[in-house]
């Protein structure tokens, strides 16, 4: 431990003490998703599972609720749905990293845990900080347990990268495979492309550059949080891009999430089918996924949006933190298309259920989910007398919209085009709503901020299961 490190611990523990002195309300803080203690909160980094223990890391900001200097936060869990904070576990603290721990990945194996991740630096001067002033560089921490990383090394620094590429490379993505180690990244190129690179290793430390992941015509000029991973047969590239401007219903926030089918080599071509949003709703991004011991690839996203706030806010700064993580949701390719569905041990947290058709209104505990059966017709459901959720049969669009400002806090309205839908999952969390249509193959999610602990639901016309659990 250094001197520099020491410094954080101790301004880390007095922040920790002066946040308990003054705790503001907790009215919307979820019960089953990871959120921070205080401070900000954005991408996931490092979901692993190691002897039965499931382990997230994330971008933490701990001194500043609006964001700023990037640490590692770590929390764990035994069911996905609990998470216990664990503190940070990377500090800013070398010469290579002092600007900012950024995003990266872990891999658990050997009874350890090696994280990989981009060390920030900004250097001063008369920067544009796109093509000069910015060091991006690869590194590696290693843990027993996921708390103590004792020692950094440095595996990459700008001169390992291409040379047509400008000082944007950034989120390493490792796993293994046929006995190999690879390793993606995502950067923005002087055209100012996003783009994919794939390195290669024998021993997770010595990398060599195998080439990189494109599209023919533009798609984006940056690309972040690049994951590469097998599902069912097919291999996924999930990327989210920075500049796509916004085609009808799609691509309406300001950054994406997306992912393709690759149908060639991944080290170093690229050949695909289209790109699809992973989610159609306000507040998801930089998702990241992981292989459970069992065999499941799960994943987890931002529930959040970078630099929206000229379009909407989160209310909970006030309270002393922002942003939280979605729920963690199994992936499955089904009809050739990718599917994202809350994680098995949802099912054995609710302890009430009640099934009602026709008109349903209830009001209803602040974390609850609600199966609906349309049969195909048109549907309506209004969450908290201001969320409202349509579907018309002749339309052929879900529609996600805000009718209260203060309940969305400036977001307004998402919509897809639907072929049908038959059903709907939605999870409510005290401020967050994920609906997921006809099992997962679309999916919306977005934060909300209703006055009270409980919720009203409105529905029409459909067959509706409500599930929630009562406080023992």
Not at 231 to 248: F, H, K, N, T, W
Not at 356 to 369: M, T, V
Not at 446 to 454: A, I, L, V
């Amino acid at each position: 431990m250094n001197a520099l490190e020491t410094l954080w611990i101790k301004m880390f523990e007095e922040e920790q003490r002066r946040q308990g002195e003054g705790r503001k309300t907790e009215r919307w803080r979820p019960l089953l998703h990871i959120a921070p203690p205080f401070g900000w909160l954005n991408d996931p980094n490092g979901l692993c599972q190691q002897d039965g223990i499931y382990h997230a890391f994330y971008q933490f900001s701990p001194f500043q609720v609006e964001g700023g200097l990037k640490f590692w936060g770590h929390c764990t869990s035994r069911d996905l749905l609990h998470w216990e904070f664990q503190g940070i576990s990377h500090f800013p603290d070398q010469p290579f990293d002092c600007h900012g721990v950024y995003s990266g990945s872990a891999l658990a194996e050997e009874g350890k845990i090696y994280t990989f991740y981009t060390g920030n630096i900004k250097e001063q001067g008369e920067h544009d900080y796109i093509v000069t002033g910015r060091r991006s560089n690869t590194v590696l921490a290693v843990s027993a347990d996921g708390k103590i990383f004792d020692h950094k090394e440095l595996l990459m620094t700008g001169k390992d990268y291409p040379s047509d590429l400008t000082c944007h490379v950034r989120d390493p993505k490792v796993w293994k495979e046929n006995g190999t180690y690879y390793m993606i990244q995502g950067a923005r190129t002087k055209e100012n492309r996003g783009t994919a690179l794939v390195f290669a290793s024998a021993d997770k430390r010595h990398w060599s550059y195998q080439g990189r992941l494109e599209t023919e015509e533009e798609f984006g000029y940056m690309w972040e949080c690049p994951d590469v991973y097998l599902l069912d047969g097919r291999r996924v590239l999930c990327i989210s891009p920075q500049g796509i401007p916004a085609s009808g219903l799609c691509y309406q926030n300001v950054y994406q999430s997306v992912t393709c089918f690759l149908e060639d080599d991944f080290r170093g071509t690229m050949k695909s089918s289209s790109f699809r949003e992973l989610d159609g709703g306000f507040d998801f991004y930089a998702p990241q996924s992981f292989q459970a011991e069992d065999g499941r690839r799960i994943q987890i996203a931002w529930m959040g949006m970078p630099d929206v706030e000229e379009y909407y806010v989160n209310r909970t700064v006030a309270d002393g933190w922002q942003h939280m993580m979605t729920i963690p949701r199994e992936l499955t390719v089904r009809d050739g298309r990718l599917c994202q569905n809350p994680v098995q041990e949802l099912d054995a947290w609710w302890n009430q259920e009640e099934t009602i058709s026709g008109e349903f209104y209830r009001e209803i505990a602040s974390s609850c989910e609600l199966d609906i059966e349309t049969g195909g017709e048109s549907l309506e459901l209004v969450l908290a007398e201001g969320l409202r959720l349509s579907y018309r049969r002749e339309e052929g669009i879900f529609w996600m919209k805000f009718e209260d400002e203060s309940l969305g806090a400036g977001r307004t309205v998402r919509g897809r085009k639907l072929e049908s839908l038959k059903e709907l999952r939605i999870l409510v969390d005290v401020s967050s709503v994920e609906v997921f249509l006809n099992g997962g193959r679309d999916v919306f999610t977005t934060r909300f901020y209703p006055e009270d602990s409980s919720y009203t639901v409105r529905a029409w016309g459909s067959l509706v299961t409500c599930r929630y659990r009562f406080r023992a």
